[in-house]
Nanobody
């Protein structure tokens, strides 16, 4: 059974930092692209960042570029999202996604709340 489990969310002050983790299990994730999405109340889920399995292709949403860093440790099947210079508008539930042709898996999400 494939599982993606996010952790590391919580409460932070504006300007602070949090590090999210996404631990994947249940199959081999070689070749998968890992990504982070987020969803604030009343809004659609939006793309935050993605990284290819090799780490050679990384993309960020404009709203987080320069503040967030995505990385992956393939030996641990874990993907990270380092979030610095947090803003109140970063408040959302953050979801991890694993995707390759024909397969998509989502985690349950972790809440991030940034106070002003």
């Amino acid at each position: 059974q494939v599982q993606l489990v996010e952790s590391g969310g919580g409460l932070a002050q504006a300007g602070g930092s949090l590090r999210l983790s996404c631990a994947a299990s249940g199959r081999t994730f070689t070749g998968y692209t890992m990504a982070w999405f987020r969803q604030a109340p009343g809004t659609e889920r939006e793309f935050v960042a993605s990284i290819s399995w090799s780490g050679g292709s990384i993309n960020y949403a404009t709203s987080v570029e320069g503040r967030f860093t995505i990385s992956t440790d393939n030996a641990k099947n874990t993907t990270y999202l380092q979030m610095n210079s947090l803003k109140p508008e970063d408040t959302a539930v953050y979801y991890c996604r694993a995707r390759m042709v024909g397969y998509v898996y989502w985690g349950q999400g972790t809440q991030v709340t940034v106070s002003s």
